[in-house]
């Protein structure tokens, strides 16, 4: 695979460069290409390389389906790493239990069940971005972000991202995956019960899970997440991926895509997906990444 080019961090200036790009408008041009039929797949026009993170900073995004994965993956390559792993849901939720000026804002709206706005969520990653370069951070991992064209728009005109990964799981496992998450009522761990085995089928491999089990005196306490039900998963899955191709096909026209399939549980699939992003030299670090 191709190798990521240098990029700078985000700078001191990304507050005022995001609302300047929030509130003229100002848009790129997109295009759409086809899928390349292999995993993992690159878009077309790619010329990406995984250089040893060592020479450049990480300035990557995650995306996938609610449940895939992209949070456990995304923490692990940040420690492995040591660049930050920045999920949106945590800065909303960070948000909210703060005084800070959008806390009673954003109350209102989740009070309401309404969607947060692109323009909180772009003043929240700034923050970030900002306090991040204060520290000296160098790069990034978004998690949840960007989800629509326009923010992937914004974010284009803020800062450079050079690796878009696409984690995918067939629907039927993600599925099965996500009836069986548990937390413990009394820890806040989270867990999942169920053990999946599902045989290949129509050019779809065996896949294999095993269950995340909580230790003994958590077992009777687990509970399911109220909208953990068949019917509601199936229509978050099916809004994330009418809403997710064009985000997709955004960063596949840039040759940033890069979309990787899930081979199984984290033992197959976190060996494998280093070795997609040539991390190899990292897999003795691994531990720190547990």
């Not at 370069?133 to 050079?162: C, H, M, N, S, Y």
């Not at 548990?182 to 820890?187: E, I, N, V």
Request: proline residues 6%; aromatic residues 6%; contains cysteine.
């Amino acid at each position: 695979m191709a190798a990521l080019t240098r990029l700078s961090k985000p700078s001191f200036s990304s507050v005022y460069r995001i609302s300047r790009c929030l509130y003229s408008g100002a848009a790129p041009e997109t295009t759409s290409h086809g899928a390349s039929p292999y995993s993992p797949r690159l878009g077309p026009t790619s010329n990406l390389a995984v250089k040893d993170p060592k020479d450049r900073s990480v300035q990557w995004v995650f995306l996938g389906s609610p449940g895939v994965g992209k949070g456990t993956y995304a923490s692990r390559l940040s420690n492995l790493l040591g660049v930050p792993h920045i999920a949106t849901g945590d800065l909303v939720r960070e948000e909210l239990a703060s005084s800070g000026p959008l806390s009673q804002e954003l109350s209102d709206i989740v009070n309401r069940g309404k969607l947060v706005s692109d323009e909180i969520i772009i003043n929240l990653l700034s923050k970030r971005l900002e306090a991040g370069g204060a520290k000296g951070e160098l790069g990034f991992i978004l998690d949840g972000f960007p989800r629509t064209i326009r923010q992937a728009e914004i974010l284009e005109g803020v800062t450079e991202v050079d690796l878009v990964l696409n984690l995918k799981l067939r629907e039927d496992v993600l599925l099965e995956k996500c009836l069986g998450r548990r937390t413990c009522s009394q820890c806040g761990g989270n867990f999942n019960v169920a053990s999946i085995n599902v045989t290949g089928s129509n050019g779809h491999p065996a896949i294999s899970m095993a269950p995340l089990l909580p230790p003994a005196h958590c077992m009777s306490k687990l509970v399911t997440r109220a909208d953990d039900t068949e019917e509601v998963i199936k229509h978050r899955i099916h809004v994330y991926n009418e809403k997710s191709r064009p985000v997709e096909e955004f960063y596949r026209s840039r040759g940033k895509l890069l979309e990787f399939d899930l081979p199984g549980g984290i033992p197959e699939s976190w060996p494998k997906l280093l070795e997609v992003l040539n991390l190899d030299d990292y897999k003795e670090k691994q531990s720190a990444a547990a």
